[in-house]
């Protein structure tokens, strides 16, 4: 079974600044999605980047980029400028690719990462 | 994307009820999820709401605890019934969208059960 594990439950940056949260992930399968979601107090899931696994290239999406590593099994996101609305709680997520009959197909999430964005 | 609504936003229930919650999408789409998040929790699949065909369930919920319906492609309801204190969570409905492998989130359902 896929497990996505980070290992850092509180992160802090300053305005401004830059900060990378961490993500592990473990399967056994070479075609998969991997994820970043954002969840302010709003509580509303926020998309915030995405990568396919077949893809090199890191994905980039404005101050929002991520360093795959699929060697690793490794998908951190690095928040650049950081922003006083960032400050939330972000969540890795994996999402099988293999669409087998029967199967969810399910997000498996991590346990997240509580950012705080200091002024 | 998806624009998709949730209904009711909150709601505080009394122990033994059962609580509907709706989960509208704006456009077609092949799948929807639902998912609960414990307090101070990451998110955890319910199950798949299938179009026309009994929900598919994850291991540790029962339908007869979380009946779910998917009458069309734009529209599906769960149920939380019986409750306890301990189904006090977030109840978020997703979708994932035909011909994509992103899924999106409704703004989800806050449940308080005494």
Do not use: H
């Not at chain 1, 305005?15 to 998969?32: F, I, K, W």
């Amino acid at each position: 079974a896929q497990t996505v594990t980070q290992s850092q439950p509180e992160m802090s940056v300053q305005e401004a600044e830059t900060v990378t949260l961490s993500c592990t992930y473990d399967t056994s399968e070479s075609d998969y999605y991997l994820f970043w979601y954002k969840q302010p107090p709003s509580r509303q899931m926020i998309l915030v980047i995405r990568q396919e696994a077949y893809k090199q290239q890191n994905a980039t999406e404005n101050r929002f980029s991520v360093n795959f590593q699929k060697a690793a099994k490794s998908f951190s996101l690095k928040i650049s400028d950081s922003q006083l609305g960032d400050a939330a709680m972000y969540f890795c997520a994996y999402r099988s690719a293999i669409f087998l009959r029967g199967a969810t197909n399910k997000l498996i999430f991590g346990t997240g990462t509580l950012l705080a964005v200091q002024p | 994307s998806a624009v998709i609504s949730q209904k009711p936003s909150r709601d505080i229930c009394q122990r033994g009820t059962s609580l509907t919650i709706q989960c509208q999408v704006d456009s077609q789409v092949t799948m929807m999820f639902w998912y609960r998040q414990q307090p101070g929790q990451s998110l955890t699949l319910i199950a798949t709401a299938n179009q026309g065909s009994e929900a598919t369930y994850e291991s540790g919920f029962v339908i007869d605890k979380f009946p779910i319906s998917r009458p069309n492609l734009t529209f599906s309801t769960l149920t939380v019934s019986n409750m306890s204190p301990e189904d006090s969570s977030i109840y978020l409905c997703s979708v994932a969208i035909t011909g994509s492998y992103e899924q999106y989130f409704g703004p989800g359902t806050r449940l308080t059960v005494t």
